[in-house]
């Protein structure tokens, strides 16, 4: 079997050189252990910051490891009690072909519900991100206008389906017609294009109330421009800053800071991992407005190979996903 792994830390989006393609050597299975044969493999943003040697939320990656990255693939091999032969799971198995586990932190995917790729987007870590985001730390409520940056991508589709599921008017910010016309299909009240001149008065233009709940995922300008339209008691909702990932200097601070000191509100970070005791709950409610098609789940699925990790990752730099962006190991 084949996998990718850190051959050079990059300076600005990763290359070529960054990665290798290698063949692995696989033990044979202790007790206690199970053997995964990778089918798709998920491609986030996050791995861009895994890739630097930073203090951070989590050790980076090693340079000679493999990548690490959540994967879902079927068990071909098992020494485990809990996990037989032909179970669908889901977890932390890297770029790679073949993996082996010994279960920790690994979920199962019921594919009877929803296709494999699914079960890495609106049902999996990303769906978990928007659902955790929006009510822990945005205490989304019915009525209020909620704006949502990379509103097409992964976490703020399903961020956006949340919040107007709950009676909320939600306002998207994406790239191009395409995506905009997609998003208005799934409950977006208005979309705007990022790239435009002026978004702060195009924001305020949707908003005239003021923006109750944001959802940051772009950082920079993005995040600027909706600081200038906070409702009073706004909640900002730092997820990510994906405009913010390939700079070399110290990221773009936020000059419009002092609307949270005039709107009384607050800006908080948070990480999926941060809510264990309520992960249960919150996928059983994606799970549930997904069965009842309340919530559309999207993928972007590149069929390749595990050599063609490297370019998938690029797409999500340049907008060329709509929704969860996996990569297929065919
Ligand atoms: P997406 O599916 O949203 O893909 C990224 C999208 O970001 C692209 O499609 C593109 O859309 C947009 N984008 C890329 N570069 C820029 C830029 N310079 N300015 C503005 N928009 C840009 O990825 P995910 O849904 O997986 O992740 C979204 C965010 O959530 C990321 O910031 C990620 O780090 C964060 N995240 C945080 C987690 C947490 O625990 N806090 C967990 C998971 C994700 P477009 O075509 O519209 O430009």
Known sequence: PRAVRLAARPHG???TSTWSVEGIALDPLADGEFLVKVSHISVDPAMRGWLRDVPSYIEPVAVGDIMRANAIGQVVESRHAGFSVGDAVVGLFGVTEFAVSDGTGVTRAHLDVADAPTWLGALGMTGLTAHHGLAQVGQLRGGETVLISAAAGAVGSVA???AAAKGCRVIGLAAGEEKARWLRTIGFDEVIDY????LAARIGAAAPEGVGIFFDNVGGAVLDAGLANLARGARVVICGAISQYNEEGPVAGPSNYMALLVRRARMQGFLVFDYPALDEAAMA????????GRLIARETVIDGTVDDFGDTLLRLFD???TGKLVLKIS
């Open 319 to 321: 907008g060329r996903n």
């Open 160 to 162: 956006g389906q949340l």
């Open 195 to 198: 790239r435009d001149d002026d």
């Open 13 to 15: 989006l990763p290359t």
């Open 285 to 292: 409610d994606l799970v549930e407005l997904y069965r009842s």
